[in-house]
């Protein structure tokens, strides 16, 4: 399988730096490229990628604002994973609760990019250490939701995410929302921890 994805960036030089790093992976074929978040728009229509990469803070539109827009048209596709240079606590959480699928630094390594790239196709959320601990810091006071345990207990059970919806009676897009807000309350980055950690604590019984 390749992942067909866009570059969002509003500098031509990091989208170069980028695609560069992506398309030495022959897993990955980058399909576009959109300069502001009103461009992504115009692009996803057109090419229908797997995924997008979406800087955060670019002119016209930001990436809170293209990813709200993308979300708010339903459906799977296109997956969202941010990489940015911005680890504040506000854009964290603010990309997160748009939508996004993941959130990881520019300075990342070329390996570990690939790596999110290619587990946010596979339904994963793609933390990086900066956003997880974002997330665990806002949701130290919080309690995990009924509806969150439910989550839990089907992804325990090996469920998929359009797997969990199904049973839950509700999308896709909701069960990795749901994920996400686990994953902030119980400290961890990945579905298999967020498990093992609910056991530890006695919250799947």
Same mark, same amino acid.
């Given at each position: ?81 941010? #990489? ?5 606590? =506000? @854009?964290?959480? *603010? &990309? $997160? ?6 959130? +990881? !630094? ?75 807000? #686990? ?5 961890? =980055? @990945?579905?298999? *921890? &967020? $498990? ?6 006695? +919250? !799947?019984?």
């Amino acid at each position: 399988m390749t992942v067909r994805l866009v570059v969002v960036d509003d500098h031509p030089v990091v989208r170069d730096g980028i695609k560069g790093m992506l398309q030495a992976d022959d897993r990955v074929e980058v399909v576009g490229e959109a300069g502001d978040g009103l461009e992504a728009l115009a692009l996803v229509d057109r090419t229908d990628p797997d995924l997008v990469l979406m800087d955060l803070r670019m002119p016209v539109l930001d990436g809170v604002g293209a990813i709200r827009r993308l979300r708010s048209r339903g459906g799977a596709r296109p997956r969202i994973l941010v #990489l940015t240079t911005y680890d504040t606590d =506000r @854009d964290i959480h *603010a &990309a $997160v609760d748009a939508g996004a699928d993941g959130y +990881l !630094l520019k300075a990342s390594t070329r390996a570990e990019l690939v790596a999110a790239v290619l587990q946010a196709v596979q339904g994963r959320t793609v933390l990086s250490p900066e956003a997880a601990q974002a997330l665990v810091t806002r949701g130290r006071v919080e309690q995990l939701t009924e509806r969150e345990v439910d989550v839990l207990r089907a992804i325990a059970a090996g469920g998929t995410n359009r797997q969990v919806g199904r049973q839950l009676l509700v999308s896709e897009a909701t069960v990795k929302t749901h994920l996400v807000r #686990l994953y902030g309350k119980l400290g961890v =980055r @990945d579905r298999a *921890a &967020a $498990v093992r950690v609910a056991y530890e604590r006695g +919250l !799947l019984g």
